[in-house]
């Protein structure tokens, strides 16, 4: 697993890693003290929902430090002309004969609900690099694609996204 990753996304995981190891990891443990000390552990249901919550933290820690151990770094610049990492970017699709905003992103800040597409995906490949007023096509499979015209580049890198939580 080797995600791309910009320096800004690793500054944040270790951030959380960080944060969950000295705060969290603290109250997960005296939840789980305080919740054995209430007597039979099998019917005890306070002890099992601590239990799983401590767990669960040691879960998102192992896997923040895997991908921050594994990540390839790239770069969040780019010309100012050309579409990079943290550009909404405004993309007239041809075939629907509407315009479209999405922000690129790397794969972990990826959302498409919240209109952040990945730079791993079709779209995200194919206007990576592009310019405004430019006819880009993107292949999403072998026997279907699009094409799509860059009409307006902004940088918007707010360093408000969020890690993709799993």
Partial sequence: MHDQLTQNDIQKMKEEIEYRKLVVRKEAIEAVKEARAHGDLSENFEYHAAKKDKNKNESRIR????????????????????????????????????????????????????????????????????????????????????????????NTDDGEDQIRKF
Wanted: charged residues 25%; hydrophobic residues 35%.
């Fill in 63 to 154: 896997y923040l430090e895997r991908m921050v151990k594994t990540a390839h770094i790239v770069s969040d610049t780019s010309g100012e002309d050309e579409v990079g990492i943290n550009n909404t970017v405004a993309l007239y699709m041809e075939d629907d004969d509407v315009t479209e905003t999405y922000k690129l992103v790397t794969t972990v800040r990826g959302n498409s609900i919240q209109g952040r597409i990945s730079i791993d995906s079709p779209l995200g490949k194919a206007i990576l690099g592009k310019r405004v007023n430019e006819r880009v096509y993107v292949q999403v499979n072998e026997s279907f694609g699009y094409y799509v015209v860059i009409q307006s580049i902004e």
